[in-house]
């Protein structure tokens, strides 16, 4: 089965830099790779999603790249702010079935 | 819309009782998923369903773990006996289904066995 591995565990960034989070996949029939912002005590939601057929998606602050040569795909956070303070996970799976979880990484954004 | 709803949001049991949460999906909702999330383990898949019919139940750890969706709108998972290590968050999650679609989460029911 998929197995996700994602890095770092944990991030400390000053206000306005920019974050940066990896995660490998091993299925290469994986084809979506959606990103969950989880903040204390509440339910993981979607930030930002990409599906196989393209290499890039941008949402304002937020980015996804993703190299399906290498498995690979990374989430990108410009001009951070302490609301981005939180865990974030990775998943890969096939079109949405059974899909597999990155450990998470808790990102912490220092004013 | 309400998003997925959840019950109990908080349940304590002692160790072989039994337990049952309970999940509503979003309205015109195919697919379900059942999540539990614990600090060891993350976040991990226990069972989904496509159309009321189990797709994949080998994320269930144990004979103990057991998950129904009875129709449409309504899915129970339940852990009989309970023990301590089952402790954690378990979360619903539902999507549209068939295809390539956000999964949207419930608020999650936190078990406590003791």
């Known amino acids: 089965g998929e197995n996700v591995e994602q890095h770092p565990s944990t991030l400390s960034v000053q206000e306005g830099d920019s974050a940066v989070i990896k995660c490998t996949y091993s299925d290469s029939a994986s084809n979506y790779f959606p990103w969950y912002k989880q903040e204390l005590g509440k339910r993981p939601q979607l930030i930002i999603d990409i599906r196989s057929n393209v290499g890039e998606k941008k949402d304002q602050r937020i980015a996804v790249t993703l190299n399906k040569t290498a498995k690979h795909f990374s989430l990108h956070i410009t001009e951070t702010q302490p609301e981005d303070s939180a865990v974030y996970f990775c998943a890969a799976s096939i079109y949405n079935n059974d899909m597999r979880f990155g450990a998470g990484t808790r990102l912490t954004v220092k004013p | 819309d309400a998003g997925v709803i959840q019950s109990p949001r908080h349940e304590v049991t002692e160790m072989g009782q039994e337990v049952t949460l309970r999940c509503k999906p979003i309205?015109?909702?195919?697919?379900l998923f059942w999540y539990r999330q614990t600090m060891m383990r993350g976040l991990e898949l226990l069972i989904y369903f496509n159309n009321n019919v189990p797709i994949d139940d080998s994320g269930m750890p144990e004979d103990r773990f057991s998950a129904k969706m009875p129709n449409a709108s309504f899915s129970t998972l339940k852990i009989q006996p309970s023990e301590p290590r089952d402790s954690a968050v378990y979360f619903c999650?539902?999507?549209?289904?068939?295809?390539?679609?956000?999964?949207?989460f419930g608020p999650g029911t936190r078990l406590t066995v003791l």
């Open positions: 309205s015109g909702h195919n697919s």
């Open positions: 999650a539902s999507s549209l289904g068939g295809g390539v679609d956000e999964q949207f």
